[in-house]
Every structure is written in C-alpha cells, then in structure tokens.
C-alpha cells in the first residue's frame, strides 16, 4: 500500500531563514507521482507542484525548490528566505496510477510558522 | 472560472441526520474526489471516481455515499450523521491523461459539525 510520511509536525523559523519540509513515501509501483500542496490560514489547497517517477530532475521556482531522490524515496521541499506569508499548512502526496484505480494518499501535514 | 465548487460551506446537523454535500466542477475532469481532513492527520481520502457511473472507496468509506451520475458532479451523502463525521471536507477533481496529470484542483472545503 502506498504511504506518505511527514515526520516533520511543526517547524518555527524565523523570517529570511531557509527550511527544508521532509516527504517520504512508499509505493510498489515503478510510475507515480508525488506532489507539494500548501494549506495557509484560509483553508483552501494550493497546488505547488507534480513531479512524476521518471523524472528525478530537481526544480526550483523563484524561492521554492524540491529535491526528488528515489534511491531515498524523498521528495523535500525547502524554501529560501522564508517569509511570514509563507505561514501554512504543507502537504506532500503520492499518487499511483494503477489503469483505473488513481488514489491520491496525503501525509499528515507539516505546519510552518515564519515569525519576523 | 469556477473550477470546483462545493455547497454548503457550513453545515451542523444531529445525530442521525443525513445530509449530501454537493460538488461540481465545471473542467470536465475524470476524476473525482472526497476527502476529509481532520487534526493531525492529513487529508484521508473517503471515495473516489475515476468517471461517470464508476465509483470507489478510499482509506474511510463507512458512513458515506457516493454516486457519479454525470461528468460534473458528484454529491456525497451521509446516511446516519454520527460526532465522528464532525471535519472538513473537501472535494477534489483532476485530469487523468495530459500534462496536468493527477493535479487536483480543491473546492474551498465544507465545514460540518454533528451533535
């Protein structure tokens, strides 16, 4: 069964700070993909990023960057000097995609708190 | 653009009560979803589907209701409202081929308590 680990329950930094967010997940299939989803204050998901099992390309988008390694089985996020609006909730998740039977399965969470 | 909209945003109901939140999403995506999220533990997902009249259960199926009569909607239904079902809920849809692949687009969440 797949399974997503956020070890990490909540981190404080303070703002210009860099932090890195923990994801490992376990799967049997060799194609999946993982994602980062960000939870702020509001409550609505946002969508940061997909990567699928073939592409093991590290990427980076103006101060997020994400570091996919299967040897390890991660997929961990850091963000470069971190700012209060970064405040939220963070999510990773994997989804195999078996023919019909595509189930989503999300960690638990960690929570980042950027203070000035 | 509407993307996912789900209805009501808040609900409190009794024990025992039955209730069905609404979703719809307006991208013509395969595949939709029901999660819950609750303290401490994610998002959990209770029912999916990956199209019209095809319907499956997630990681916590038991006391709810699926049905995918067309594309764009897909209401889930509590038959017996118990305090355990007191979450958020959320109601997700993606593409299941393309470049957007598994991306979900999240409604904002529907709040309910059970007394």
């Known amino acids: 069964a797949q399974k997503v680990t956020q070890a990490q329950t909540e981190i404080s930094v303070v703002e210009k700070e860099d932090v890195t967010l923990d994801c490992v997940y376990e799967t049997r299939d060799t194609t999946y993909y993982l994602f980062w989803y960000k939870q702020p204050p509001s409550g609505e998901l946002v969508f940061l990023i997909r990567r699928n099992s073939f592409d093991e390309q590290n990427e980076i988008s103006g101060r997020y960057s994400w570091n996919f390694q299967k040897s390890t089985s991660s997929f961990n996020f850091t963000i470069t000097a971190s700012q209060v609006v970064d405040s939220a909730v963070y999510f990773c998740?994997?989804?195999?995609?078996?023919?019909?039977?595509?189930?989503?399965?999300f960690g638990t969470g960690t929570r980042l708190q950027v203070t000035l | 653009n509407a993307g996912v909209t789900q209805t009501p945003k808040f609900q409190v109901l009794k024990t025992g009560q039955s209730m069905t939140l609404q979703c719809a999403q307006d991208?013509?995506?395969?595949?939709m979803s029901w999660y819950r999220q609750d303290p401490g533990m994610g998002l959990r997902l209770i029912h999916y589907?990956?199209?019209?009249?095809?319907?499956d259960q997630g990681e916590v199926p038991n006391g709810y209701n699926v049905s995918r009569s067309t594309t764009e909607d897909f209401p889930l239904r509590l038959l017996s409202a118990a305090p355990s079902q007191t979450s958020v809920y959320f109601c997700a849809s993606s593409s299941l081929a393309g470049p957007n692949t598994g991306e979900q687009f999240f409604g904002e969440g529907s709040r309910l308590t059970v007394l």
């Open positions: 589907s990956v199209g019209a009249g095809i319907t």
């Open positions: 991208m013509n995506h395969e595949y």
């Open positions: 998740a994997l989804m195999e995609n078996t023919g019909t039977a595509s189930k989503l399965t």
